[in-house]
């Protein structure tokens, strides 16, 4: 089992930056965000390995950094440039299998942080 905790979320102007942050009880092989907007099915915004290699959704690339502590077990997502779509709630996902990329099931969830843009 792995649990997940995401904090960071809330509310921005449009052009403002947040950084989410998702806390592990453990290390796994795959970690990334996903995001729910009203009415809309969850997308997945970004994934990271355990060797550091990353894959992002083309709406937050250039914008959105995925990155890891591993001494804190610690997930971190950097959002730059947020724009109103970016509003959703975020999740946090954990996978023990590759490849790691947003489009493949993952196994542990976090309970989501709110992002809210605002233009």
């Known amino acids: 089992q792995v649990q997940l905790m995401e904090s960071g979320g809330g509310s921005v102007q449009a052009g403002g930056s947040l950084r989410l942050s998702c806390a592990a009880s453990?290390?796994?092989?795959?970690m990334g965000w996903f995001r729910q907007a009203p009415g809309k099915e969850r997308e997945g915004v970004a994934a990271?390995?355990?060797?550091?290699?990353?894959n992002y959704a083309d709406s937050v690339k250039g914008r959105f950094t995925i990155s890891k502590d591993n001494d804190k077990n610690t997930l971190y997502l950097q959002m730059n440039s947020l724009k109103p779509e970016d509003t959703g709630m975020y999740f946090c996902?954990?996978?023990?299998?590759?490849?790691?990329?947003?489009?493949?099931?993952?196994?542990?969830w976090g309970q989501g942080t709110q992002v809210i843009v605002s233009s």
């Open positions: 996902a954990s996978d023990g299998r590759g490849p790691c990329s947003t489009n493949q099931t993952y196994d542990y």
């Open positions: 453990r290390s796994n092989y795959c």
């Open positions: 990271l390995d355990m060797y550091r290699r990353t």
